[in-house]
């Protein structure tokens, strides 16, 4: 199993976390979570009505992770003109943000930092210090 597809299956078990039912088999409930997220936030947005949530992130990679969230669960995301590229809007219900949305995204966040700093290091380190000894690099 390559390192992507470890970090796919770890992202699809968090989504599982939060979709909150269990199934038997893993494969079948990656499969089945995002329609659970779904109906939850159906079910949570007849008692808390959708709202306007701003969400400023701090790069390009969690504009993207939160777009494709949104995008999962029949979101909409949006920017008004003028704001900056790290800026996501969007109309949903604030209990799923703090319950779902948010928490989610943290996780999944976390999962795929990590993945990224550790094949930046490597990369670094196999194409510039290459052949190198570490004290070498400390000069």
Do not use: C
């Amino acid at each position: 199993m390559t390192d992507e597809q470890r970090l796919i299956e770890r992202l699809q078990k968090i989504e599982t976390l939060f979709a909150r039912k269990t199934n038997s088999g893993e494969r079948q409930a990656a499969a089945s979570a995002r329609d659970r997220i779904r109906q939850r936030l159906a079910q949570m947005e007849q008692s808390d009505p959708a709202i306007e949530f701003k969400f400023t992130l701090p790069d390009g990679w969690s504009v993207s992770l939160l777009i494709a969230l949104l995008h999962r669960y029949g979101l909409k995301p949006y920017r008004y003109p003028s704001q900056r590229r790290t800026t996501v809007m969007a109309k949903v219900a604030r209990s799923f943000v703090d319950e779902v949305l948010m928490p989610q995204f943290d996780q999944m966040n976390a999962t795929l930092r990590s993945h990224l700093d550790a094949v930046t290091t490597r990369i670094i380190h196999d194409a510039i210090h290459k052949g190198e000894h570490v004290e070498d690099r400390a000069r």
